[in-house]
């Protein structure tokens, strides 16, 4: 299930605010200017590969090219028997930002955004038909878990694909991982 848990950064042991109402989602996450959709479900044959995934949604895909400027569109996926699960893991989760949107469609699985505006940390769960765009300048990170299981759609508008410029700064650190707010056991 989707969901949003709102954190301050000066008490990130709780979150102040958690919701899994998908209107409150959206209208919160507009608020600070980060899209968020639910697109339908498409069926895909077990072990699709990225041109497949890309057809299925090249509606949606198209919509948001034309809408938004990006040039190119890829498939990333990553499952729990991926030999570099763990560095991969650690790549994206310290805070940083982007000089374009990133932007990710949950084709399948799940994953944990972290947007940081001000004192205040938004986490979105995002699940299979979400699709979030962080805008440029955002700080934030994602974690996929140490166990990840997730495709996802990424639209670019840089066709060098994904650029960050990491803060150097700890709050990653500090505010509960996927584990705890997925309720999985580390």
């Known amino acids: 299930m989707t969901t949003l848990s ?41 072990g699709a590969i990225q041109e497949q995934i890309l057809t299925v949604y090249a509606d949606e895909v198209n919509r948001l090219k034309q809408e938004c400027g990006f040039q190119t569109a890829d498939v990333v996926s990553l499952t ?5 699960k763990a560095e991969l893991r650690k790549k994206f989760l310290d805070e940083h930002t982007h ?6 469609f949950f084709v399948h699985g799940q994953g944990l955004f972290y947007l940081r505006f001000g004192d205040q ?24 878990g140490a166990e990840p299981e997730f495709t ?26 996927y584990e705890a707010l ?3 056991q580390s």
Request: with cysteine.
């Open 6 to 46: 709102i954190f301050n950064q000066n008490e990130p042991d709780t979150a102040q605010t958690v919701t899994s109402d998908p209107q409150a989602i959206r209208d919160t996450l507009k608020a600070h200017g980060v899209r968020f959709e639910r697109w339908p479900t498409r069926e895909l044959p077990d």
């Open 80 to 84: 729990s028997d991926h030999p570099q």
């Open 99 to 104: 000089s374009e949107d990133e932007v990710r």
């Open 121 to 144: 940390i938004l986490a979105v769960m995002c699940q299979k038909n979400d699709l979030i765009s962080v805008p440029n300048g955002t700080r934030h990170w994602f974690d996929m």
């Open 152 to 177: 996802c759609i990424r639209l670019f508008t840089n066709p060098e694909g994904w650029v960050a410029s990491f803060t150097g700064e700890d709050i990653a650190t500090r505010i509960p991982r």
């Open 182 to 184: 997925a309720g999985v």
